[in-house]
């Protein structure tokens, strides 16, 4: 955990004429905490963080300057619940994703991950909870592709192979199934309590920062005992436990666990939210938008709007989560990611709750408040700039026009400038975990 600069250091760092100070002159500056603008900052970077923030900061000589005087700048967004190396498609495989993983080796997913990370930061979102489904590791391999600076893309926050009972998500034949094993690697079998301990063990062995499981994809599922030795095994490992749930008896089970996350809103009843608000238990409900032609029914996304904003009404702690896995032609993976504040919007909650969505309840979710999210002095310098108010109109966060990643400029005047984060070796320090 960080803390903030002290005030000698501060002033160091705002008087000295450093080569690599970045100033950025911010007409706008939003705090979603407080749902403010301050108008005319200063925000001054240097070594990968924020120094200063005010509106009477001097520019140090020599400082690069950067003007967003016409721009509205905020923190970082976060889609808590995405999967970078899965990519289904109607074509060939009918959206239908147990082909997908057929038809794609882990290799190629994993540079589809590189891919879609950068199309998420062009889009603004500096942090990503990578929910698996990610062959075998790649999720992983992206993390620290990025850590180490080979290359640029989101904060990566991954839980490498989901972990369920036998069969995981899939349906397969017994010839695929035991002939082939083919639900390994998408999903890792544990149906007993020492492959359950085995499971969570070989993730955080490979290089999982978060588990998750399938709580009830099967109708035996998981009981409550088995949650709970799910969490305090990842807890010895000092991971939380993001549960994959799709029936409310699962949704039950999970929250008298304790669970930290919940994924998907079938299982999400008015009882449940309520459970969840009094334990705060965090809501990733992926409440895919009816603007996403065949991703969705009528009667479905209705559901979807209506179990959203009873969760708002009953104050369960919300993330903005998509579960976007699938290729929409004409869109990035950023543009599809970013298309889900219409089910907020129709579910009638305000502009400033859709944005805590997307930035601080999502670092707190992903447990990085307190070193990388907000604008603060200390923290890592992540922030984007739209030319709108998303406290106004949400929707301004469609047209993110600037990125800045680490103190290193991503994206200006809407245009990707990722050249200064790629390198031919691991800058940021060898680390293969
Ligand atoms: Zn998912």
Request: proline letters at 5%.
């Given at each position: 955990m960080r803390t903030a600069l002290t005030a000698s250091a501060l002033a160091f760092a705002t008087s000295s004429a450093m080569a690599q100070v970045t100033a950025i002159r911010a007409g706008r500056l939003v705090d979603p905490e407080t749902g403010t603008v301050a108008s005319n900052q200063v925000i001054l970077v240097e070594g990968g963080r924020f120094r200063a923030i005010g509106p009477t900061v001097a520019i140090p000589q020599g400082a690069e300057v950067i003007d967003l005087s016409q721009l509205t700048v905020l923190p970082g967004l976060v889609d808590a619940h995405n999967h970078l190396a899965l990519t289904y498609k109607e074509e060939p495989e009918s959206n239908v994703y147990y082909l997908t993983y057929v038809l794609d080796a882990t290799p190629l997913r994993a540079i589809q991950a590189a891919s879609n990370g950068i199309q998420m930061l062009s889009s603004g979102f500096t942090i990503i909870r990578d929910m698996g489904n990610n062959g075998n590791y790649a999720d992983a391999a992206l993390r620290i592709a990025i850590e180490q600076g080979w290359i640029p893309g989101p904060t990566i926050i991954n839980s490498g192979i989901i972990i369920g009972g036998f069969g995981g998500q899939f349906w397969p034949t017994p010839e695929m199934a035991m002939g082939k094993s083919i639900v390994y690697p998408e999903y890792l079998d544990a149906d007993t309590p020492d492959e359950i301990v085995k499971a969570v063990r070989q993730n955080a062995l490979f290089g999982a920062t978060v588990i998750k499981i399938c709580v009830d994809c099967k109708p035996w599922g998981y009981t409550t005992d088995e949650i709970k030795l799910f969490i305090a095994e990842a807890a010895k490992a000092g991971l939380k436990v993001e549960g994959h749930v799709q029936t409310v008896d699962g949704a039950r089970r999970a929250i008298e666990a304790g669970i930290w996350s919940i994924a998907?809103?079938?299982?999400?009843?008015d009882e449940m939210h309520k459970l969840m608000a009094q334990k705060g238990i965090w809501r990733a409900g992926t409440e895919t938008p009816i603007s996403l032609t065949g991703h969705t029914t009528r009667e479905r996304y209705d559901r979807t709007v209506a179990g959203l904003k009873n969760a708002y009404e009953n104050k369960v702690p919300l993330t903005f989560s998509t579960d976007a896995d699938y290729y929409v032609p004409g869109k990035t993976r950023g543009e599809v990611a970013i298309e889900f504040i219409e089910t907020w919007k129709a579910a009638g909650i305000p502009p400033v709750d859709i944005l805590r969505a997307l930035t601080i309840n999502g670092y707190q979710a992903s447990e990085t408040y307190t070193s990388r999210?907000?604008?603060?002095?200390?923290?890592?310098a992540d922030l984007i700039a739209v030319p709108g108010n998303p406290l106004q109109s949400?929707?301004?966060?469609?047209?993110?026009r600037f990125v800045l990643k680490e103190g290193v400029v991503f994206k200006r005047d809407g245009v990707m400038t990722p050249e200064k984060f790629f390198h031919g070796g691991p800058v940021n320090g060898w680390n293969i975990r």
């Open positions: 998907h809103d079938r299982g999400l009843t999210g907000p604008i603060k002095v200390g923290y890592v949400i929707d301004a966060l469609r047209d993110v």
